[in-house]
């Protein structure tokens, strides 16, 4: 089983909706969650920490939930910039970080 | 400040060559990772460096990779006799080591084994 899944989308959405990707990890020992942003052939730059109680930045909203192992990140308001493939990072404390596949977001006019 | 480097960016090389990766970390950035990224594929986990404790070298996928950083500065990667499988864009990150703290990439070398 791998550490980290995700839905590899891609998700094809309209400017202005919303969009929400979730991502489940498998140890329950984790300890620190991050999405990341990667566009097309770029190396990934940090989007957010994912923190307990949820977190919001902008038109971002990430949210972790432990009981059932998984991270979420929603998007609202979708602009055409916001396309890109989405990466879930988990650490379990001692620096090891385990990246999911990716969700590939299109924002379409 | 400065962002984590990496040399060259691309690399084009025969079939049973040797190659090397350079990454320069961020200033003050103890832990040292090195990844693959295959085309169209997710980040796969070569070896990672914190400090002076020995590297986690558990992603390395064969005898022919290998890696070494001098204390908490630049990290070289190797590829001995070089596979066309070999070819991907190679990523390094840097991150301060303490728990939770997030990674900052370099923006990769793109290696095309022909």
């Known amino acids: 089983r791998k550490e980290v899944e995700q839905d590899p989308g891609p998700f094809n959405v309209p400017e202005g909706a919303t969009v929400a990707f979730n991502c489940t990890y498998s140890?329950?020992?984790?300890?620190?969650f991050f999405w990341y942003r990667q566009d097309c052939r770029k190396e990934p730059k940090l989007l957010m920490s994912?923190?307990?109680s949820g977190n919001e930045d902008g038109r971002f909203t990430a949210q972790l939930n432990r009981a059932s192992q998984y991270i979420s990140l929603l998007i609202r308001d979708s602009k055409l910039s916001d396309s890109a493939t989405y990466l879930c990072?988990?650490?379990?404390?001692?620096?090891?970080?385990?990246f999911g596949s990716g969700t590939k977001l299109n924002v379409k006019p | 400040g400065a962002g984590v480097s990496q040399s060259p960016s691309n690399k084009v090389t025969e079939k049973g060559k040797d190659v090397e990766l350079r990454c320069d970390p961020i200033?003050?950035?103890?832990?040292l990772y090195w990844y693959r990224q295959r085309l169209g594929q997710g980040l796969e986990f070569l070896i990672y460096?914190?400090?002076?404790?020995?590297?986690?070298k558990s992603g390395l996928p064969s005898d022919r990779f290998s890696a070494e950083r001098t204390g908490e500065s630049v990290s070289t990667l190797t590829i001995q006799r070089t596979q066309q499988e070999d070819s991907a864009v190679y990523l390094c990150?840097?991150?301060?080591?303490?728990?939770?703290?997030?990674?900052?990439f370099g923006p990769g070398t793109r290696l095309t084994v022909l």
């Open positions: 460096f914190q400090g002076n404790s020995a590297p986690d």
């Open positions: 200033s003050g950035h103890t832990a």
């Open positions: 990150a840097s991150s301060r080591g303490n728990r939770g703290n997030e990674q900052f």
């Open positions: 990072v988990v650490s379990s404390g001692r620096d090891k970080f385990y």
């Open positions: 140890n329950s020992a984790s300890q620190s």
């Open positions: 994912v923190y307990s």
